[in-house]
């Protein structure tokens, strides 16, 4: 993928994420990517250094946490003004559903192999908001709602600091109550454990809750799609839930359309049956579950039903006005306060990086991808082919050319490299990276590497040989290789001669 201004937001995590920092920087300079790094400080600084990077025009926002992270990052990018960057993701959290979902390693460095072999691509992304409150009255069967007025209101107040808009999924019900009490230290520490835990303490005081959906858009608006008892509504705009299951597996990524599952609330031993369906990972059936889809939704629930976006609980005061908070807290009744959501699909909002071996299974329509793979794939095979043809013609003159003497002093004195992973870069001029570690000379301690081999690199094997670069695809990880050429501060070596 061609890049010439990167911004990396990392969410630190402890510390855990700045450990792989230096490998991760290596493989982005190695591309020619002139990255930028900003470090999140305090919660919604990830939001804010997203949009600070795309209201600067960065070409590239890359996210390194996880699914949290990555949600920060799109909702700062949605928010910037103009052109939207492309975002980009190194796996690095508790939650990795996004690089699941894609296909893209959970190492970073590898991680970061990929992006720089990526594509970006058009996605919908689903957004939500208040659109009002209804409170009930004193008087039986009076309801007051909000005013279009109040509902505008809250929508610009509200943007600054809440997160609108979700790439992978929303939920309201158990699973927001669960991410909402799970300790972020816990989680640093213990990883998805953490969430168990939460969820233990969470399920046996979690009830069923009145939910009513509606159409939302054209001639149906106001049409009443369902009404009943729910213990969980998901929202997906993918497939993949928490990583364990496809709650909406008919979700397409650039159909304009989200999908709805609703798990309903029924006899106490249907509804054990539903929560341990999924704790065995498996898909809600469907005589305890509907599912509904629509481009544009209203989902009204109390409003002490707690929401999340992509796996991180929302507060719902932060979509809401002063003055609407405020009725909250006087309303007499306030269990019976229905809090009404307006769910919409934006079609194609967002390029997001997708690395280039990625199947498509998320888009509709990938016949196009698929038969452009293959092609791809034939003229590799190819190129391979013609390069290893090339290399036994050429083997008694070029092998000759390689001394002896001169190998040996290279593997002497050249730089050993151990391959952490390697990646072919569709830019001819660039060829391949590959990223890995090297001991210092002075005081043995490994250092991240990534070295950039071109046309004008010459590779030889320990043998004398001369080698195409078709052998570089398959080096072992753990393999050593000993390299020729200058390093930078960031730990790009340009190579003049690789010997494999």
Same mark, same amino acid.
């Given at each position: 993928?061609?890049?010439?201004? /990167?911004?990396?937001?990392?969410?630190?995590?402890?510390?855990?994420?700045?450990?792989?920092? %230096?490998?991760?920087?290596?493989?982005? *300079?190695?591309?020619?990517?002139?990255?930028?790094?900003?470090?999140?400080?305090?919660?919604?600084?990830?939001?804010?250094?997203?949009?600070?990077?795309?209201?600067?025009?960065?070409?590239?926002?890359?996210?390194?946490?996880?699914?949290?992270?990555?949600?920060?990052?799109?909702?700062?990018?949605?928010?910037?003004?103009?052109?939207?960057?492309?975002?980009?993701?190194?796996?690095?959290?508790?939650?990795?559903?996004?690089?699941?979902?894609?296909?893209?390693?959970?190492?970073?460095?590898?991680?970061?192999?990929?992006?720089?072999?990526?594509?970006?691509?058009?996605?919908?992304?689903?957004?939500?908001?208040?659109?009002?409150?209804?409170?009930?009255?004193?008087?039986?069967?009076?309801?007051?709602?909000?005013?279009?007025?109040?509902?505008?209101?809250?929508?610009?107040?509200?943007? /600054?600091?809440?997160?609108?808009?979700?790439?992978?999924?929303?939920?309201?019900?158990?699973? /927001?109550?669960?991410?909402?009490?799970?300790?972020?230290?816990?989680?640093?520490?213990?990883? %998805?454990?953490?969430?168990?835990?939460?969820?233990?303490?969470?399920?046996?005081?979690?009830?069923?809750?009145?939910?009513?959906?509606?159409?939302?858009?054209?001639?149906?608006?106001?049409?009443?799609?369902?009404?009943?008892?729910?213990?969980?509504?998901?929202?997906?705009?993918?497939?993949?839930?928490?990583?364990?299951?496809?709650?909406?597996?008919?979700?397409?990524?650039?159909?304009?359309?989200?999908?709805?599952?609703?798990?309903?609330?029924?006899?106490?031993?249907?509804?054990?049956?539903?929560?341990?369906?999924?704790?065995?990972?498996?898909?809600?059936?469907?005589?305890?579950?509907?599912?509904?889809?629509?481009?544009?939704?209203?989902?009204?629930?109390?409003?002490?039903?707690?929401?999340?976006?992509?796996?991180?609980?929302?507060?719902?005061?932060?979509?809401?006005?002063?003055?609407?908070?405020?009725?909250?807290?006087?309303?007499?009744?306030?269990?019976?306060?229905?809090?009404?959501?307006?769910?919409?699909?934006?079609? *194609?909002?967002?390029?997001?990086?997708?690395?280039?071996?990625?199947?498509?299974?998320?888009?509709?329509?990938?016949?196009?991808?698929?038969?452009?793979?293959?092609?791809?794939?034939?003229?590799?095979?190819?190129?391979?082919?013609?390069?290893? *043809?090339?290399?036994?013609?050429?083997?008694?003159?070029?092998?000759?050319?390689?001394?002896?003497?001169?190998?040996? /002093?290279?593997?002497?004195?050249?730089?050993?490299?151990?391959?952490?992973?390697?990646?072919?870069?569709?830019?001819?001029?660039?060829?391949?990276?590959?990223?890995?570690?090297?001991?210092?000379?002075?005081?043995?301690?490994?250092?991240?590497?990534?070295?950039?081999?071109?046309?004008?690199?010459?590779?030889?094997?320990?043998?004398?040989?001369?080698?195409?670069?078709?052998?570089?695809?398959?080096?072992?990880?753990?393999?050593?290789?000993?390299?020729?050429?200058?390093?930078?501060?960031?730990?790009?070596?340009?190579?003049?001669?690789?010997?494999?």
């Amino acid at each position: 993928m061609r890049c010439k201004k /990167a911004c990396l937001v990392i969410n630190p995590r402890s510390g855990q994420n700045i450990v792989k920092l %230096p490998d991760v920087m290596a493989v982005l *300079s190695a591309a020619g990517w002139d990255t930028d790094i900003a470090i999140k400080e305090y919660g919604g600084h990830t939001m804010e250094l997203a949009n600070e990077a795309a209201e600067k025009g960065y070409d590239l926002v890359i996210g390194y946490g996880g699914d949290g992270t990555l949600s920060q990052v799109v909702n700062g990018v949605m928010n910037a003004k103009g052109q939207h960057s492309i975002v980009g993701l190194i796996p690095g959290g508790t939650a990795n559903v996004w690089a699941s979902e894609i296909g893209l390693p959970t190492d970073p460095i590898k991680a970061a192999l990929a992006l720089i072999n990526s594509e970006p691509r058009k996605v919908d992304i689903g957004h939500v908001e208040v659109e009002s409150l209804t409170f009930p009255e004193a008087n039986p069967g009076n309801r007051q709602q909000g005013s279009a007025k109040k509902s505008q209101k809250k929508k610009v107040k509200s943007s /600054a600091k809440a997160k609108h808009h979700f790439l992978l999924m929303s939920g309201l019900g158990l699973d /927001a109550a669960v991410m909402g009490h799970v300790s972020k230290p816990l989680k640093y520490r213990i990883g %998805p454990l953490a969430v168990g835990l939460s969820a233990a303490k969470e399920l046996p005081t979690h009830h069923q809750f009145p939910v009513e959906i509606r159409a939302a858009d054209g001639g149906r608006k106001g049409e009443l799609l369902w009404q009943g008892e729910a213990l969980q509504v998901v929202i997906g705009n993918t497939r993949r839930y928490a990583d364990i299951v496809q709650m909406t597996p008919n979700a397409y990524i650039d159909d304009g359309i989200l999908d709805v599952c609703v798990i309903t609330a029924g006899d106490p031993l249907s509804t054990m049956q539903q929560v341990t369906s999924l704790l065995l990972r498996r898909k809600p059936d469907n005589m305890t579950s509907e599912f509904f889809h629509g481009a544009h939704l209203y989902i009204s629930v109390p409003a002490s039903i707690d929401l999340q976006l992509d796996g991180s609980a929302v507060k719902l005061n932060d979509y809401l006005s002063k003055s609407d908070r405020e009725a909250l807290e006087q309303a007499e009744d306030s269990e019976h306060v229905m809090v009404n959501y307006r769910f919409d699909a934006l079609p *194609s909002a967002l390029r997001v990086a997708f690395p280039v071996a990625y199947d498509d299974a998320l888009f509709e329509d990938s016949s196009g991808k698929i038969q452009e793979q293959h092609e791809a794939a034939q003229e590799e095979q190819k190129q391979s082919e013609d390069e290893s *043809s090339r290399e036994g013609d050429q083997h008694t003159d070029e092998g000759q050319q390689q001394t002896i003497e001169h190998l040996e /002093a290279l593997l002497q004195n050249g730089r050993k490299v151990s391959v952490a992973g390697v990646t072919r870069v569709q830019d001819k001029k660039l060829g391949y990276i590959i990223a890995g570690s090297t001991a210092k000379r002075s005081t043995g301690e490994a250092k991240p590497v990534a070295v950039h081999i071109d046309d004008d690199t010459t590779i030889v094997r320990r043998t004398g040989e001369s080698a195409s670069s078709a052998v570089l695809q398959k080096l072992p990880e753990g393999g050593d290789i000993v390299v020729e050429g200058k390093m930078s501060k960031r730990g790009v070596v340009q190579a003049k001669r690789v010997v494999v």
